[in-house]
């Protein structure tokens, strides 16, 4: 079969093979045997460079179990992984023994017929310059495991002792994240977090620690002193919404989040797994609250969004941009069962609304680079 990784010689992101797993979601850092059935995947792993070890391959996880997704039922992002061994059976599965090694995105499909082929862009890991924040959270973490571990026989003890070796704060994270007995919606969005620092607050609160950051620990409790830890925004709180279905929702917040964290749940809007994200200035107890303090929300998703915020200096206004149609109200999707509100004033890209959020989240105002106007917010629960 065909080499991987080539581009005829052209910039851009690197072609690989893809292989989708069902209910699991790999690590960088770990080591994993699969056993492959699929027809499409054998012929993925058996591609002349990823079968040599020579070149990677794409583990990603799949949204639902068809036998056969579709490039819509995929998760984009995933872990680059080298073939260590490799073994055919009669019946035509392979098992396999997978160094994992790198976070990748996938930038788009490529048409084939024998196997999923994507073009991917590699996905950095984020450290803000607080370094000892992070070595206090990744000790944090490495303790806390260890009780973990106790507490869950079907962990390895030989996990702690690995987990103990590391001296890499990412790598750290990633072997913990690999080991947590969480719903794989909640390995997935680990896996999407870039920050280290933010994979580590997620797996502390995963394994139960409310003391997500050193200086809580230390009994701190300063918002000044807490801010000075996440240094790249000056948000208080990260408000995301997940709608199961009419009236039943579930919420969660991050306190004083990295703009990783804020990055990483707008885009997973598009994913339809958050109807809607607040950027919160202050505790954000009422709409009240949320105006005198400061807001950004963010609705929509597929590639359609509506945002509107608010700040004592901007007052309250509406994102509006001049070459996207206005003459007729466009549906707005909530959630993955097909809610939706009518809005005047939408987005269409995805990148406009990054950078709003994150001109809004370093600077607690409006982004003046854009346009604004004048009107109400709307209410999520004026639509459900």
């Given amino acids: 079969m065909s080499e991987a990784g080539k581009r005829s010689g052209t910039p851009g992101p690197d072609l690989y093979p893809v292989v989708p797993l069902r209910d699991l ?4 850092h770990t080591i994993v045997p699969l056993h492959i059935g699929r027809k499409k995947s054998v012929n993925a792993l058996a591609v002349e460079d990823v079968a040599g070890g020579r070149s990677p391959i794409l583990l990603v996880t799949q949204k639902n179990n068809d036998a056969d997704p579709s490039p819509e039922a995929i998760y984009r992002v ?17 098992k396999v023994l997978l160094e994992c090694k790198e976070r990748a995105r996938i930038a788009r499909f490529v048409e084939t017929t024998d196997y999923l082929e994507a073009e991917v862009e590699r996905v950095v890991d984020t450290t803000p310059d607080s370094t000892g924040a992070i070595e206090g959270l990744a000790r944090s973490a490495a303790a806390r495991f260890t009780q973990y571990v106790r507490a869950n026989e079907q962990i390895s003890p030989e996990a702690v002792h690995i987990v103990k070796q590391v001296r890499d704060a990412s790598e750290l994270a990633d072997l913990v994240a690999s080991h947590l007995a969480i719903e794989t919606a909640s390995r997935q969005e680990l896996l999407e977090t870039t920050s280290t620092l933010g994979r580590l607050q997620a797996i502390l609160s995963f394994m139960g620690n409310d003391l997500h950051d050193p200086i809580a620990a230390k009994g701190d409790q300063s918002p000044a002193s807490r801010l000075d830890a996440h240094a790249d925004t000056r948000l208080r709180k990260l408000h995301v919404t997940q709608y199961a279905g009419r009236y039943n929702a579930s919420s969660q917040d991050f306190a004083y989040p990295s703009w990783d964290q804020v990055e990483t749940s707008i885009r997973r809007l598009d994913q339809f797994k958050w109807p809607f994200v607040w950027l919160l200035l202050g505790e954000g107890a009422d709409w009240g609250a949320m105006e005198e303090e400061g807001y950004l929300n963010i609705m929509g998703g597929n590639g359609i ?7 004592p200096s901007d007052g309250r206004k509406r994102l509006s941009v001049s070459k996207h149609s206005r003459e007729k109200r466009v549906d707005i999707w909530l959630s993955d069962q097909g809610s939706f509100t009518v809005e005047l004033f939408v987005c269409y890209e995805l990148e406009t609304v990054l950078r709003v959020a994150k001109y809004f989240s370093a600077h607690g105002r409006l982004d003046p680079s854009v346009e604004w106007v004048t009107a109400s917010a709307m209410a999520a629960w004026d639509v459900f």
């Fill in 305 to 311: 969004y509506s945002v509107d915020g608010a700040t």
């Fill in 25 to 28: 979601v790999v690590f960088p």
């Fill in 78 to 94: 995933g872990t680059l992984a080298t073939i260590m061994q490799w073994m055919k059976f009669d019946d035509g599965s392979v």
